[in-house]
């Protein structure tokens, strides 16, 4: 099975990596942790000390147009919380 990763940067998730050293991620929804946290060890090569997950739900969305009220909905995903090691980083930047 193959798990996709994609970090999350938003002010609340670089708010709690100052504070608590946990970087936000977005997973695959058949991911599980022990999957989450060897993938990001090999990609970024720190220690990770836990993972926490939540499925974040769809969102209902409307809009008026010219046709008429359009209805719809986002796509639901899973969300990961990666606490690493104390003095570790990850720099999501380094490879662009």
């Known amino acids: 099975m193959d798990i996709s990763i994609k970090p999350i940067v ?3 998730a670089t708010k709690l990596t100052d504070k608590l050293n946990r ?3 977005r997973v695959s ?3 599980n942790k022990f999957q989450i946290k060897s993938l990001v060890e090999k990609l970024y090569g720190v220690k990770v000390v836990s993972v926490n997950t939540a499925v974040v739900r769809g969102k209902n969305k409307s809009r008026w147009t010219k046709s008429g009220l359009l209805r719809g909905k986002t796509a639901a995903y899973k969300k990961a919380f990666v606490t690493i090691g104390e003095g570790e980083t990850i720099d999501f930047y380094s490879n662009l």
Request: proline share 11%; hydrophobic share 20%; net charge negative.
């Open 10 to 12: 938003t002010e609340k």
């Open 23 to 25: 970087y936000t991620f």
């Open 29 to 31: 929804p058949d991911a």
